[in-house]
């Protein structure tokens, strides 16, 4: 079945540390998207890329970065400088168009 | 810039109960908007996609209508049920820019 693929579900982070969260799509989506979900919050837009090498910076860009080297994968790495990370993260991907997204399961990253 | 808010924030319902939950968007300029369902811990689920030539959209027991002019869309859910328990999101896309996203309505139904 097609669909996006977050791993890991679960991600512990120590201070200081950088950490990669993956998403893999197999849908055949040009676009994929980064949101950062907060308690009370609703979801953040953190990246977003509607081509593969390509990509543009959301709300809350900093302390973030993404490739995307193949159209099924845009992988998130959180760098020590984000300062609050403990967060839950989903990735969606969508067709170019009026069309309506996918999103993975996310991933709960938590700074230990 | 877009501005998504949903109404209430929290709902508890017997179940049974038709219920209607709120969505307002400040930019009227959207070509789409998507309504989904989140469970506690979980990802989204898409539940409707109404494309901004249409009024309505309906899913079994799901009805969402789509008024662009007065920036508002409703999702109505008929004859409630406890597994309809969980967080309903709306989103719309601003101009070129991805999804934005309301806060959410939590939703209880109650047995």
């Known amino acids: 079945d097609g669909g996006i693929t977050q791993s890991p579900k679960y991600l512990f982070r120590k201070e200081g540390q950088n950490v990669t969260l993956s998403c893999e799509q197999n849908l055949n989506h040009d676009a994929m998207y980064w949101y950062r979900q907060d308690p009370g919050q609703g979801l953040r837009l953190i990246y977003y890329?509607?081509?593969?090498?390509?990509?543009q910076k959301g709300d809350i860009a900093e302390g973030y970065s993404v490739s995307r080297e193949k159209k099924e994968s845009f992988p998130l790495t959180v760098t020590s400088a984000q300062k609050n990370p403990t967060a839950f993260y989903l990735c969606?991907?969508?067709?170019?168009?009026?069309?309506?997204?996918?999103f993975g399961s996310g991933t709960r990253l938590t700074v230990v | 810039k877009q501005e998504v808010t949903q109404i209430p924030a929290a709902l508890s319902v017997p179940e049974g109960e038709n219920l209607v939950l709120n969505c307002s968007f400040t930019d009227s300029a959207i070509y789409n908007l998507q309504w989904f369902r989140q469970d506690p811990g979980k990802g989204l689920t898409s539940l409707l996609l109404?494309?901004?030539?249409?009024r309505e959209q309906t899913s079994g027991r799901l009805n969402a209508s789509l008024d662009k002019s007065s920036g508002r869309s409703t999702l109505y859910i008929a004859a409630s049920q406890p597994g309809d328990s969980a967080t309903y999101l709306c989103a719309v896309p601003s101009g070129n820019t991805p999804l934005v996203f309301g806060k959410g309505t939590r939703l209880s139904v109650i047995a």
């Open positions: 969606a991907s969508s067709i170019q168009g009026p069309y309506g997204y996918t």
């Open positions: 109404i494309q901004s030539s249409q």
């Open positions: 890329s509607q081509i593969v090498n390509d990509f």
